[in-house]
């Protein structure tokens, strides 16, 4: 069963800095990778997607990498700003549970401080 | 586009109940999908359909139905809601079948009392 873990599970940086979560998953069989931002009481909105075949994608300041063989993903978030504080989600598609489903993390909780 | 649509945003029912979560999108996706989202459990598939007319199980589907006449509108009905069906449920479609972005609707809050 594909299982995805995200580490840490929260994290409090001031502005500016640069920082990366890690996200993890179990079986490297994976379509894709996606990580979403979601803001409190509010939708998942899609961040980046890496396709299998991809090491990494870049948006902004936003920069994914995807090792597909050990199982892990990095998201790096480079000079952080308040309007960044959000749960940020990991989700893998394919694996042992099919193309179906995306599995997901339970997320890292960012909090930039002015 | 409105991308995905939600309603309700909240609701409340007893024990028993049944109501229809309505999920609609307007980017024509085949693929769409329903998630409940829970702390500490992340989010878990209920349902999911391939296209008009084709829908089958995820992994938490006990206590939901649901139906896919056209490709814009997937609803979610609850059959006789439980509290343990308290949840905030999101609709979701999919750009392309293996490949593609999942796009989410802004989700519905449910609290069975």
Excluded at chain 2, 67 to 77: I, V
């Amino acid at each position: 069963k594909q299982e995805v873990t995200q580490i840490p599970a929260a994290l409090s940086v001031p502005e500016g800095e640069n920082l990366v979560l890690n996200c993890s998953f179990t079986d490297s069989a994976i379509y894709n990778l996606q990580w979403f931002r979601q803001d409190p009481g509010k939708g998942l909105t899609s961040l980046l997607l890496i396709q299998s075949s991809q090491r990494e994608q870049t948006s902004g300041r936003l920069n994914a990498s995807l090792d597909k063989s050990s199982g892990r993903s990095t998201l790096y978030i480079a000079a952080s700003q308040p309007g960044d504080s959000a749960t940020y989600l990991c989700a893998v598609r394919g694996g042992n549970t099919g193309f179906q489903k995306l599995v997901f993390g339970t997320g890292t909780r960012l909090l930039v401080s002015p | 586009n409105a991308g995905v649509t939600q309603t309700p945003k909240f609701q409340v029912l007893k024990t028993g109940q049944s109501m229809t979560l309505q999920c609609a999108q307007d980017m024509n996706h085949e693929y769409m999908s329903w998630y409940r989202q829970d702390p500490g459990m992340g989010l878990r598939l209920i349902h999911y359909s391939v296209g008009a007319g084709i829908t089958d199980q995820g992994e938490v589907p006990n206590g939901y139905n649901v139906s896919r006449s056209t490709t814009e509108d997937f609803p979610l009905r609850l059959l006789s809601a439980a509290p343990s069906q308290t949840s905030v449920y999101f609709c979701a479609s999919i750009s392309g079948m293996f490949n593609g972005t999942q796009y989410f609707g802004p989700g519905t809050r449910l609290l069975v009392l």
